[in-house]
């Protein structure tokens, strides 16, 4: 029989190759940025459209490379960082595979221009599907510049695999975190589509992380240290009243490499226990050197997980490091944490004179007029004040008693003309509701029992009336005397550009929204502008972690994060008439039965069930 072995052709190859390097355009921006640290630059620039699906180019200003040099570092194995094996356990740079450009090329067209120092010309190189389209001397700058333009053109399994240019761009925008975090001594910039997301000058950790996490990061950082024959650790951890509940700001760097363990993870997170809310992560930022050689980072071709020599002994340094930390800083004790965050003051505010009460009034108020102008289009967000709860009803009331047909699913017992041991007239209430723990209202039914959770009854509420305001009615703004402003980071800021269509339609009134600055003249009614701060944030970090491919609309995204943030909380005590008021609102809701992210509302108990438990 004939032999059928045969080797792949190279370009063939590297497509195998390249399905293992390059994922999606972030794997392509950690390639090139990691490429430009490696060539010693000290400023790069990162270029991007569309999410990186038409184009990722980076230039820096490293030491570039010969015209040899350059159409060899297309070639799969060329690499200039390790000759021998032994090197493998001795790297001190990013790259070493020599893969990612000859990968890159396999499956974009590529343009290559490099210029080293001293040499008169550079040269600029032409590749598509790992095919040298020319090669050619051309005048440049010192350093190199890469752009990849369309990306996966030749493998369209991989390109319709992308996600939205949302989620493509949070992966682009993350690899970039981490980089720049490893390296506050360059200086870093990045746009997207024109517009310039980051601009990184050069700086200390602190700076840098402030720099692109917004300026309100720097008080929550807490400097941890420590230095043994071992490994030298340095950074900070965030102080646990800070924590948030998605697991966002998390980075380790070892030897200036950001790395994923989920060991070491735990180790700082063992170091916070007993600090942390329930469901909270502690942020930390911190920053490993060890010695190259105890430590393999050859197991992962893209390199984000190592093995360490000694795990047990990093584990216990690391513990001991960030819990000394904690407790040298004297981070405020766990009781502290239950504060009313409410009472806080945002920062912006803090000394400024005290606001004149603005009165708003309507100077087309017709009493004669039928109530919906007022209320229906409004949102119903609650005040924060002990004992002012009108703003939990706006928007309500007209619906509940305008629709009793809406009611249809659950018959409350006082339809029925039971006598009563009581007076009526001592109760207001015509549903007779009582508030279990703070937490629940028990109401009872003509069929039995119905108990509903008062958080998530709330939401369900919020949320139609937002949605309804956002898709239908624009709702209710509240002018504010002083314009609120509040700091939020490049990045954050351009989210809430995104989002700006919609969260005026809530009633946010944006007066400037530019950099890293925001600034309100409005704010939905019922909303105090203290808590604005808090609820943009929550909103943001919401936005930034969607779900992937998630197929809700934004509309539905903010009206699901604004209801969650306003809702009233368990623990809050209710009187009989907003328990009641509640209880109507949300059985004129759409669907009463579940709340915005789909959990029961309310269950009831049927009198045959409370019948069954007294019969045994
Ligand atoms: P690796 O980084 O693993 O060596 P790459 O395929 O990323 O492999 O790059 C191949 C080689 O091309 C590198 O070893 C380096 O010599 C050269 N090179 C790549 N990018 C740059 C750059 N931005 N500046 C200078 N040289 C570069
Ligand atoms: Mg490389």
Redesign the pocket.
Known sequence: MADIIQLLPDHVANQIAAGEVVQRPASVVK??L???I??E?SEISLIIKAAGKTLIQ?T?N????SPT?AR???ERH????IRTADDLFNIH???????????IAAIAHVELR?KQEGEDVGTEIKIEGSEVLSQEAAVLQK??S?AVKNLFYNVPARRNFLKSDNVELRHIIDEFHRVALAHPGIMFSMFHNGNELFKLHDSNIRQRIVNIFGPKTNEKLVPVEEETEFVKIYGFVGKPEFAKKTRGEQFFFVNNRFIKSSYLNHSVNSAFEGLLRDGAHASYFLYLDVDPKTIDINIHPTKTEIKFEDEHTLYAILRAATRHSLGQFSIAPVLDFERDANLDTPYAYKNKPADVPNVDYNEGFNPFQEERTRVKGAPAFRKEKAGSWEGLYVGLESKGNNSPSEFSQVQFESDDEVPSFFDEKDTKSALRTFQLNNKYIVNGIKAGMLVIDQNRAHQRILYEGLLQSITIEEGVSQQLLFPLKLKFSTLEVAILQGLKGHLQKVGFMFSNLDHDEVELNGVPVGLEATQVSVVLEKLINDVENQVPDSHFSQSDLIAKSLANSLAIRAGVKLSSEEQEHLVNSLFACKEPSISPSNKPTFITMSSDDLDKKFTI
């Open positions: 390639e090139l990691e490429n430009a490696d060539a630059a980076v820096d490293g030491k570039g490379m040099d060899l570092s297309f060329a690499t200039s960082k740079t990013k790259g070493f595979r020599g893969e990612a450009l000859a990968s490099s350093g190199t890469v």
